[in-house]
């Protein structure tokens, strides 16, 4: 079973328009951690953000934000103000406490942020 | 600090042949994770290392296997390589530890593997 979806296989927005990135995980473990990364057309993923699942505020960073909700199982990543340079392949990665580092990386979700 | 590094960046092989990857972790991380990438499949964990050990292994052939050596650094290998090897490696380090929760991962460029 998939264990980390994200539907959105490619989005294309204008210079400054707000986007939405949309991850839904699924899990039996009670701990767990979630993440965001980066892959630019360069290739070196970059990290974001993590998360764990006992914290579910929302996280801000500048023009990035996240928004955790265990009740759906979402951890969804908002750019506002959308620029060029954030063009890239988002992926969204859940570990398991018990799973010695082990991975679980969405298919990714394509940003095409056009000038 | 210095990143993740790995070598080679890039890698031509021929069918039936073996390969090995190479990467040294940021100073201090001492778990090693491999992940290959491919535009099907998309990135899958292939093994983990950590103190030399390996603690967690994806669902990859025995083709695939992976050390690492007391210096945290680590290898990969690849043997009797077919066609569908042919894929982007990262290797990742994080400050992992026995006991600690899961910190995030610090990927490499990667290896890019063209099996022909």
């Known amino acids: 079973a998939q264990k980390v979806t994200q539907a959105q296989t490619e989005i294309s927005v204008v210079e400054k328009e707000d986007v939405t990135l949309d991850c839904v995980y699924e899990?039996?473990?009670?701990?767990?951690?979630l993440f965001w990364y980066k892959q630019p057309p360069s290739g070196e993923l970059v990290f974001l953000i993590r998360?764990?699942?006992?914290?579910?505020q929302n996280e801000i960073s500048g023009r990035y934000s996240w928004n955790f909700q265990k009740s759906t199982s979402s951890f969804n990543f908002t750019i506002t103000a959308s620029q060029v340079v954030d063009s890239a392949v988002y992926f969204c990665?859940?570990?398991?406490?018990?799973?010695?580092?082990?991975?679980?990386f969405g298919s990714g979700t394509k940003l095409n942020v056009k000038p | 600090k210095a990143g993740v590094t790995q070598t080679p960046r890039y890698l031509i092989k021929t069918r039936g042949q073996q390969v090995t990857l190479s990467c040294s972790p940021i100073s201090g991380h001492r778990s090693v994770s491999w992940y290959q990438q491919t535009p099907g499949q998309g990135l899958q964990f292939l093994f983990e290392y950590f103190s030399e050990t390996q603690r967690n292994k994806g669902n990859f052939p025995g083709r695939f296997s992976g050390r690492q050596f007391s210096n945290s650094r680590s290898e990969m290998n690849v043997s009797t390589l077919e066609l569908g090897d042919s894929a982007l490696y990262l290797c990742?380090?994080?400050?992992?530890?026995?006991?600690?929760?899961?910190?995030?991962?610090?990927f490499g460029p990667g290896t890019r593997l063209t099996v022909t």
């Open positions: 899990t039996r473990d009670t701990t767990y951690y």
């Open positions: 998360r764990n699942s006992f914290d579910e």
């Open positions: 990665a859940l570990s398991e406490a018990n799973n010695f580092n082990k991975f679980y």
């Open positions: 990742a380090s994080s400050l992992a530890r026995e006991g600690a929760p899961v910190h995030e991962q610090y």
